[in-house]
Structures are given as structure tokens and as C-alpha cells.
């Protein structure tokens, strides 16, 4: 889920509520925050965790509910691991510590002090675009065996990286492997993933969870027919902004098109300009929601 901004960068808890709404509506199964899509890393710790309680409330427990938790700080991290749980979540998810990238060896010993002190279960983020080091296969393996570590969401995009992934860990009981990138959601979930964990599904979630459902039972002219859909948002509503952060731009833009929330994204990022607003009004027109609903 997007964090609502205004475009004063502050939360937009009233964007926030509409968004909780319109997502259960839509059938997801759980709603995960403050992840890359969340924009966690340029919100203040104060913001995460006020945002965490809020939404929290607003799910209700209706859904399961799960928090990023990413931060270069240890403390921090389990800061709001406990305002997680105190809110309702069921589980915490964080990606590797940026900045001085950790060796396999340091990533083993965070994950795993991380895991003794979190009061709920860890997802490991293997999320290497943006935190520059990726959770090797081999230390996937080792942390599966912590009985507090369930699973990890992939969103290197890497196929060979998810298979060696679910191979490694094959034999590990109730270890669950979610991926990112919704372009690929079909084809893992087929191949065994978990699920996915899906930006698009802020603007339609019925469309990603009919996808998960169709690849679940293995029906691929159904996974084929849906990915052209889902092909058709990403080049038209995550390209208009040409720069590393247009995916998010375009789904910001959209959403406030939309009427679900305010489009400020957090600094250093900007919303997409008039020309990109028109642009991505039209590739909204242009997507007929009757192909999955």
C-alpha cells in the first residue's frame, strides 16, 4: 500500500482510510505497509508509526496486516516492530541495512538479532535495487531455520534468484516465498510462490487477486489473458515520469485521479508534471476493468 501524501507532504489520513476501503473491497488477502511502495525510508520515525497505528485501526482486523520495518538502525527497527504489533499486525518484513553494504555474513547476524528481539514473526525483503546487496540463496537457507523468520518477499525481479530461493528451501516448513514485481506475480505463483505483493493493487485489487487466484489453480490461458492487463499498466502509468521513481509517481498520480487519495510523494521526489498528469488520465480511460471484473 502507498502511503497517502498531501502536497505538503504530510499524511492524508482521510486518502488513507478511502485507500484501506477500497483494497478489502477489492479482495486482497492482507495489506502490507511502508514498504518500497510506502515510501518508508523518507518518512520520519514518528510518521511511520502514527501511519502504522492508524491503519492498523482502519483494517480492523479484517485482513491480515503486515509492516516494513526497514531501517539502518537495529533499534529503530524493533521501535517499530512493537508499534507494529500493538496495532494489530501479524508480522514485520525489512530489508537488508543500507548505506555500508553488509556481507552475507553481517546480513546473517542483523537478520537474526533482528528475528530474537522482534515480538512478531520476520519476513526477510530481498530488495537489492534499492539497498544495493541482495540476501544470497545460502543465507536465505540459514535464516529460514529461526523459528521466528517465516519467509521473504523477492522483489529482485530475478527468476533464477527465485528459483534457487524456493529450491533451497523446499524442505522448510511453513517458509513462505512472496514476490514484488507484479509483472512477474503470475509466472512465480505458478511456479510456487506464496502470493505477490502488488503495487497495482492500490488501483485495482480485484485484478491482482483474480491473477493469484487463476496462476494458484494453474489455469495459464487465464494468467496470459490477465497479463496483458497487467502489461498494459505498467508501460503506460509506471513509465510517464522517465526517471528511477516514476513507478511511483504514476501511481500516486493515479490514485488522486481516481479520487482514493492525495498524490505527494516525499522528498527528494516530485509529482509527475501537468503533461504526465494528462498522459496518465488517459492510460486510466484507456483500461477496460470489465477484462477482470
Known amino acids: 500500500m502507498v502511503t497517502p501524501l498531501d502536497r505538503k507532504r504530510k499524511i492524508d489520513y482521510q486518502g488513507t482510510a ?22 518508508s ?34 533499534e529503530d527497527a524493533c521501535c517499530l516492530a512493537l508499534r507494529a504489533r500493538e496495532s494489530g499486525a501479524c508480522a514485520v518484513v525489512a530489508a537488508p541495512p543500507y548505506y555500508f553494504s553488509p556481507s552475507q555474513k553481517d546480513m546473517v547476524n542483523w537478520y537474526v538479532n533482528l528475528a530474537d528481539h522482534s515480538p512478531l514473526p520476520l519476513f526477510l525483503y530481498n530488495m537489492p535495487g534499492n539497498v544495493k546487496v541482495s540476501i544470497a540463496p545460502s543465507t536465505v537457507r540459514i535464516l529460514s531455520s529461526h523459528p521466528n523468520i517465516w ?10 534468484y527465485f528459483q534457487a530461493v524456493k529450491y533451497l528451501t523446499g524442505d522448510v516448513d511453513n517458509f513462505s516465498m512472496y514476490v514484488g514485481p507484479e509483472e512477474l506475480t503470475g509466472e512465480c505463483v505458478l511456479m510456487g510462490a506464496d502470493g505477490g505483493v502488488n503495487g497495482g493493487a492500490n488501483m485495482f485489487p480485484e485484478l491482482y487477486v483474480k491473477m493469484y487466484e487463476v496462476a494458484s489453480r494453474g489455469d495459464i490461458p487465464e494468467v ?70
Open 151 to 160: 519467509g521473504i518477499k523477492d522483489s529482485s525481479a530475478d527468476m533464477s
Open 41 to 74: 525510508q523518507s518518512l520520519s520515525i514518528d510518521d511511520r508509526k502514527q501511519f502504522v497505528s492508524f491503519v492498523g485501526n482502519a483494517i480492523a482486523g479484517r485482513v491480515p496486516y503486515l509492516v516494513c520495518v526497514t531501517d539502518t538502525s537495529i
Open 224 to 293: 496470459r489473458r490477465l497479463q496483458n492487463s497487467i502489461m498494459k499498466i505498467s508501460t503506460s502509468i509506471y513509465t510517464v515520469g522517465n526517471c528511477p521513481s516514476s513507478y511511483l509517481q504514476g501511481l500516486k498520480c493515479a490514485l488522486e485521479l481516481m479520487g482514493l487519495c492525495e498524490g505527494g510523494l516525499a522528498l527528494p521526489y516530485v509529482s509527475v508534471s501537468d503533461d504526465g498528469r494528462e498522459r496518465i488520465r488517459t492510460a486510466l480511460q484507456s483500461i477496460n476493468q470489465s477484462e477482470w471484473k
Open 18 to 39: 478511502r485507500l484501506v476501503e477500497h483494497v478489502i473491497k477489492g479482495g486482497v488477502h492482507a495489506i502490507f505497509v511502508l514498504g518500497t511502495t510506502g515510501e
